[in-house]
């Protein structure tokens, strides 16, 4: 953004954000990155004709060109559309790949967005009113959903899951349990790292069959030592001397993130820690963490959840009986950090 700009040129920057988002969005869902990065250069005659994308091609011809114009494409005077350092990232193999977070955030986190007036007037969540029923429950009603939502998180949680893995020591504990951790990726990369270490994902009972179904090439050995379990994290939580909660906590009014707290504080086992990985938004006055605040309008359009200032945090441990030891940011794609915590 230009600095320079006058502010109804910077406003403008900012409101047509939301037409690069759907736009990119469309393109990813549509597969064209990975193709541009396996044939190189394509015209979207090219795409069309030869690659099948479904799309008419003249529309997708202005749409790539749009692309181009933020550095998502490089675009020649053939009309050939190539890949950039940012295509990259919308590929299913980069090792860095935002594609099912971009493909999500157009799909039907775009239709929940809508209710963010009725959002902001009524003080709710809009989810059922745009979905017909609330997020978790339209999962389980839609099986491609609940898939694209655990590919999504994983996405979006490569570089927190390097946080963890960098600045969380397990060399000491037996046994963590990933609470609501989806296709179970944390876990096993931490049961990788720690050959005597043993992992358990809980989450609901619908998602496990996914996430069991990708751990098959897996070697015996880490498969002997992952366990997955679907249930509810709010009713009972399994024994660990370790708890995780990875981009958890955030989804939850302060009610239901005490209730697990406390969950995981009556099923600890031994002197453990807790670890939650969520953004910790600057105080009131610090202008910071643009990416953390916007995430939390996401989740006050979405579900009763928000993001939490370190006092919100100190709030909910202390009320379920932790103290926290230490904040440590990670920088990964909201700028969340490592909650760690232990009884107090």
Not at 50 to 75: D, I, M, P
Not at 216 to 241: C, H, K, L, W, Y
Not at 318 to 326: E, R
Request: net charge negative; charged share 20%.
């Amino acid at each position: 953004m230009n600095p320079e700009a006058a502010p109804q040129e910077i406003v403008m920057q900012m409101l047509v954000g939301a037409w690069v988002s759907q736009t990119i969005s469309t393109i990813t869902r549509l597969d064209i990155p990975d193709l541009i990065k396996l044939h190189g250069p394509q015209s979207a005659m090219q795409l069309t004709q030869v690659h099948g994308v479904k799309a008419n091609t003249e529309f997708l011809a202005r749409v790539l060109r749009a692309c181009a114009s933020v550095g998502v494409f490089t675009e020649d005077a053939e009309g050939k559309f190539g890949a950039t350092p940012l295509s990259d990232v919308l590929t299913l193999d980069s090792s860095v790949s935002v594609k099912k977070l971009a493909e999500i955030f157009g799909g039907t986190w775009w239709q929940i967005w809508a209710g963010c007036p009725d959002a902001l007037t009524t003080g709710q969540p809009q989810t059922k009113n745009q979905l017909g029923m609330e997020y978790w429950d339209y999962c389980q009603a839609n099986p491609k959903e609940m898939a694209d939502f655990g590919a999504a998180m994983q996405s979006n949680s490569l570089n927190s899951l390097r946080g963890v893995l960098k600045h969380c020591d397990l060399s000491e504990s037996k046994k963590v349990a990933d609470i609501g951790g989806g296709f179970g990726h944390l876990a096993l990369e931490l049961v990788r790292k720690y050959p005597h270490l043993h992992g358990i994902v809980l989450d609901m009972p619908d998602l496990i069959p996914i996430a069991k179904s990708k751990i098959v090439n897996e070697t015996e050995d880490i498969i002997d030592r992952i366990q997955f379990i679907g249930g509810d994290m709010f009713e009972d939580v399994p024994a660990a001397d370790v708890y995780i909660m990875k981009l958890v906590i955030h989804d939850w009014d302060d009610a239901k993130c005490i209730q697990l707290l406390k969950n995981c504080h009556a099923k600890m086992e031994g002197n453990g820690r807790i670890i939650c990985v969520d953004a910790v938004l600057p105080p009131m006055g610090n202008v910071d963490g643009t990416a953390a605040k916007f995430l939390d309008i996401n989740m006050m359009i979405s579900c009763p959840g928000k993001e939490r200032t370190e006092e919100q945090w100190q709030y909910i441990y202390s009320q379920a009986g932790w103290k926290i030891t230490s904040i440590q940011p990670i920088y990964d794609n909201y700028g969340t950090s490592i909650v760690e915590g232990i009884k107090s």
